[in-house]
C-alpha cells in the first residue's frame, strides 16, 4: 500500500515526495499539506528533532507512523539516510499569481535547467533571500524530489512554478549575461523585477536577452568560465538585499 502510494506520487503534478529530515522540517515550517509522514524503525527522530529542530516536534511526532525496515527501504530510490519519508500536497500557483504574489521583490527565472540539484539549490538561496518567486521553464519539475531535496524543502518558503512561457507582466526583465553591465554599487536591481538565468553552459536564449531591459554580468577573475547557478543566484539576491538595507 504505503509503496504503490509513494511510487505513484512521484507521476503525480498535484503531489510531492519528501526525502529526509530537512525537507520535511521545512515543509512543516512552512505550513505545508502533509498527507502522510512515514519513518524507519531504525531512525533517530527524537535525537533529530531534539538537535535541529525541536519546534516541529509536535506536527512530527502526530504525523509519523513507523514501517517495518523492508517497506521502508522500497519507498524512494536511493533510502534516506535520515530515516524519514513524507507526502505533501503542491500549492496550487499559476505562473501570473506567482509574478503578483510578492510586487516588491525579484522574481528568480531559471531558464531551461536541466539539473535538477541546481534547481533545487537557486530554490534554497532565493527563499533565504526573501526572493518573491522562483518561475522555470524547460522540461524538468521544480518540485521532482531531487529538486526537493536540494532546496531541502523551502519550494514551501515562496511559490515556486514551471511555465512554457514567460507571462507578460510589468515587472523589469533583468538578463544575467556575461557581456552584461559589471554588477557595482550604483547598478540598477530594481524589486518589481524578474532576474533571468540560464543553464552554466549555454546561458539565457536569444528572446529573453532580447526581452530584457537590462543585462547584469558577475564580475570574475579572468579566466574563470562561470559561477554555479546557485553561487550566481545568491550573488545577485544578496546585492539586492544589501540595497534595501542602506
Do not use: C
Request: net charge positive; proline share 8%.
Amino acid at each position: 500500500m504505503y509503496i504503490d502510494r509513494f511510487r505513484g506520487a512521484r507521476q503525480d503534478p498535484q503531489l510531492v515526495v519528501l526525502e529526509g529530515f530537512h525537507t520535511i522540517k521545512h515543509a512543516i515550517r512552512f505550513k505545508a499539506e502533509l498527507l502522510e509522514i512515514l519513518g524507519s524503525p531504525e531512525t533517530d527522530i527524537e535525537h533529530l528533532i531534539a538537535s535541529h529542530a525541536p519546534d516541529i516536534g509536535e506536527v512530527l511526532a502526530n504525523k509519523l507512523q513507523l514501517v517495518s525496515l523492508d517497506t521502508f527501504n522500497k519507498l524512494s530510490p536511493i533510502t534516506p539516510p535520515t530515516g524519514v519519508i513524507a507526502l505533501a500536497r503542491r500549492p496550487r500557483i499559476t505562473p501570473n499569481q506567482l509574478l503578483n504574489h510578492r510586487p516588491y521583490a525579484p522574481v528568480i527565472l531559471l531558464e531551461n535547467l536541466r539539473n535538477l540539484l541546481n534547481i533545487g539549490a537557486a530554490i534554497r538561496v532565493a527563499a533565504a533571500a526573501e526572493a518573491g518567486g522562483v518561475l522555470t521553464t524547460g522540461t524538468q519539475d521544480p518540485w521532482h524530489p531531487a529538486a526537493a531535496i536540494a532546496a531541502a524543502g523551502l519550494q514551501f518558503a515562496l511559490p515556486v512554478t514551471r511555465t512554457d512561457t514567460v507571462p507578460v507582466s510589468n515587472r523589469v526583465m533583468i538578463a544575467i549575461d556575461p557581456q552584461g553591465q559589471p554588477l557595482g554599487l550604483n547598478t540598477a536591481l530594481p524589486s518589481n523585477s524578474i532576474i533571468a538565468f540560464g543553464a552554466e553552459r549555454v546561458g539565457l536564449s536569444e528572446n529573453i536577452l532580447k526581452k530584457a531591459d537590462y543585462h547584469i554580468s558577475i564580475p570574475m577573475k579572468p579566466g574563470v568560465s562561470s559561477l554555479n547557478l546557485a553561487t550566481a543566484v545568491s550573488v545577485i539576491l544578496y546585492a539586492w538585499r544589501l540595497r534595501l538595507d542602506r
